[in-house]
């Protein structure tokens, strides 16, 4: 279990970019899989991007080309660089650290502890 805390959230117009953080507590940070996800009113839950304890990354179609996801294990901190945003990407953005052992990166179920959320919104 890890203790995270997101932050960097904010109003944003559409074009915009957003960097948000993601800081963990423990000295286990640098074993673990992280993962950003983002829930729209209304909405479930959904996969925006991951990067692995080797830092080897994936994204979901809609943010590839626009979002960068990154880690600084010296500062036990993730980061989600976002580029060009739409309005669509209005959201609660939340990190989370994900099991080991899974096949898959891009479920909820996928992940264990999570963050409270930093919210973001992209005005048209």
């Known amino acids: 279990q890890v203790q995270l805390v997101e932050s960097g959230g904010g109003l944003v117009q559409a074009g915009g970019s957003l960097r948000l953080s993601c800081a963990a507590s423990g000295r286990t940070f640098s074993t673990y899989d992280m993962g950003w996800f983002r829930q729209a009113p209304g909405k479930e839950r959904e996969f925006v991007a991951a990067?692995?304890?080797?830092?080897?990354?994936i994204y979901t179609d809609s943010v590839k080309g626009r979002f960068t996801i990154s880690r600084d294990n010296a500062a036990n901190t993730v980061y989600l660089q976002m580029n060009s945003l739409k309005p669509e990407d209005t959201a609660v953005y939340y990190c989370?650290?994900?099991?080991?052992?899974?096949?898959?990166?891009?479920?909820?179920?996928?992940?264990?502890?999570w963050g409270q959320g930093t919210q973001v919104t992209v005005s048209s």
């Open positions: 989370a650290t994900r099991k080991p052992y899974t096949p898959t990166y891009g479920r909820v179920s996928d992940y264990d502890s």
């Open positions: 990067i692995t304890r080797d830092t080897n990354v």
